[in-house]
Each structure stands twice: as structure tokens, then as C-alpha cells.
């Protein structure tokens, strides 16, 4: 048995009775359950149904369809990416603005973030354009960064089932440490900027946390917890976390990158990251507020 999870983004729509009815008669499904009323349901199935068909029946409404087994779909461990996923900017962009060259450094991110640029040159580069910059900036822009709604009732609601926690970034601790803390993640890990006490030096300390090192963290905390890959979930936007989608149990592309949503085998292109969530067979009610 299969379960087709529809969940709307609750700024842009809602899910109506024609719109699940559609989906349901385009892949012969069966009985649906409510998760979240006008928001997120499940419908049965008892085969693999072709995301393009759901796709065509959904009609261009803001609804992302989500296709999983039923057995095992609440998961035991979760490694989420940062920048664009749990938090809404790229902190690295941000921290730009204040020497003047967020354009500049934006515009490498968003190619590296693609697959177009090697991540570790790209990091290097773009860190060593802010030599010099006030370490006072850091703290200016964490007063910028905002979460993505359901962050937080993602990784509580998680840790009250059971489940591990993990925040594994490109960015740096600095930022990491401060939205684990915020979010309540069990842990977090990222590259840390180097500085001389009063300004940046233009360098990250090596070894660089990349793609490698992302799906590296998947494997060691699974295994650290005894659990199957299949009892994972990840979730991420950029192309240095394909790797960790594709190995875990659930992997999800969340408003990701082109190269990452043409890869990804599970796409969330509209809602928030109560997405995840629903994915998973929870019902609004279950959920728990951080």
C-alpha cells in the first residue's frame, strides 16, 4: 500500500473537494483521509502512481503531491539543510549586504547552489571577497534571519515521536548554532569563519562541510541510532544536498534549485515545511509548537 500526500500552501489556496476528487479519480485511488481540513490529505493507493498524473490533475493550483509507503512513514531521523530551508535567506548572502557585495556574492551562491560551481571553491571565493569585514556584521545579520514557517513545528513534533535532529549547513556555526538553539535541534554542523577577534580574515576553516560530508552526517547519526537509511528523512534546496536526498529514506527538495527538483525523487514547491509533516501521516492536531 502507497499513500498520495496532497498538501496546499495555505497563503496562496485551499484544498477543496474538487481538487482532491480530481487527483484521486486520475490514479484510481481509494479512500481519503483529512490531515488538515482545506490544508493536507492522504489518499490510498496500492500501487506507485506517476507524479506526472497527479501533477496534470492538480491544474496548476498550489498544492505539492507527495507519494510514499504507508509501512514506516514516520521517521527516526532528520538532517535538514539551513540556508533557504529552515531559515528563509542565504546567510551568507545576507552578511554580504553589509560589505557592499551582496549582489556580487549572491549571484556565486546562487550558481554554486545550482551545481554549476565546485561548493568548496565557490565557498572559498565568496568568503575571501569579506576580508576585513567587522565581525560586528555577523551579529547584524542574524537579526535579519527569519525562520520558514514550520520549522519549528517540524522539529518538535519529530523529537516528541522519538526522533533525532540534526542541522547540517553549508553556512557557518556561528548561524547554525544560534537557529539550532531557536528550533531545538539536537545538534548542528557547519563551516566555521575564521576571524582575527575584531574582523574577518577571508577564510573558512577547513575541512569544508560539503555534499560529501552532508550525506557522510546522514550515514554516521543512522548509524549511530541503530536505524535503517529508510527510517531517514532529509530535506534541503541546493545542489550539495542531492547526495543526502537521495540516500535517505525520505528526501525531500524543498523550493529547491532547478537541478535539485529535477533530481529529487519527492518535491515540496508550494507549501511550508508543515509539508514534511504531513508526509509523514501526522494530523495537525498531533503537532507540537517549539
Known amino acids: 500500500m502507497y499513500v498520495v500526500t496532497l498538501v496546499a500552501d495555505r497563503t496562496a489556496t485551499t484544498l477543496t473537494d474538487t481538487i482532491m476528487d480530481r487527483v484521486r479519480d486520475a490514479i484510481g ?20 502512481p506517476d507524479l506526472d498524473t497527479i501533477r496534470a ?17 514516520r521517521k527516526r ?43 568548496k571553491a565557490a565557498l572559498r571565493e565568496r568568503v575571501a571577497m569579506l576580508k576585513g569585514l567587522p565581525i560586528a556584521a555577523l551579529e547584524q545579520t542574524w537579526h535579519r534571519v527569519q ?23 553549508g553556512g557557518f556555526t556561528f548561524f547554525t548554532g544560534r537557529v539550532a538553539a531557536l528550533v531545538g535541534f539536537d545538534l548542528h554542523r557547519s563551516n ?15 575541512p569544508i562541510l560539503d555534499r560529501h560530508a552532508k550525506v557522510a552526517t546522514l550515514q554516521e547519526l543512522a548509524a549511530g541510532e541503530r536505524l535503517p537509511l529508510s527510517a ?13 536526498l537521495a540516500k535517505a529514506g525520505l528526501g ?5 534549485k532547478p537541478i535539485v527538483a529535477a533530481a529529487a525523487r519527492t518535491r515540496v514547491d508550494h507549501a511550508d515545511l508543515r509539508a514534511l509533516l504531513f508526509a509523514q501521516g501526522y494530523r495537525a492536531a498531533e503537532f507540537v509548537t517549539s
Not at 493550483?61 to 514506516?72: L, M, S, T
Not at 525562520?147 to 549547513?169: D, F, I, N, Q
Not at 525531500?252 to 529547491?256: E, P
Open 29 to 48: 485511488g481509494g479512500t481519503i483521509s483529512v490531515l488538515s481540513s482545506a490544508e493536507a490529505v492522504d489518499i490510498a493507493i496500492d500501487y506507485v
Open 57 to 73: 490533475a492538480l491544474q496548476g493550483a498550489a498544492v505539492d503531491a507527495i507519494v510514499a509507503p504507508r509501512e514506516g512513514r
Open 77 to 119: 531521523l532528520l538532517i535538514a539543510d539551513m540556508d533557504s530551508t529552515i531559515v528563509t535567506s542565504e546567510t551568507l548572502d545576507e552578511l554580504a549586504d553589509f560589505a557592499g557585495l551582496k549582489d556580487r556574492i549572491a549571484a556565486i551562491t546562487a550558481r554554486a547552489m545550482n551545481g554549476e560551481l565546485d561548493f
Open 147 to 169: 525562520l520558514t514557517p514550520g520549522a519549528g513545528e517540524l522539529v518538535a513534533t519529530m523529537r516528541a515521536h522519538g526522533a533525532m535532529t540534526a542541522l547540517v549547513s
Open 192 to 206: 566555521v569563519l575564521m576571524d582575527d577577534g575584531a574582523a574577518l580574515t577571508g577564510a573558512v576553516a577547513e
Open 232 to 244: 531517514t528523512l532529509a530535506v534541503g534546496d541546493g545542489a550539495n544536498d542531492l547526495d543526502m
Open 252 to 256: 525531500v527538495a524543498f523550493r529547491a
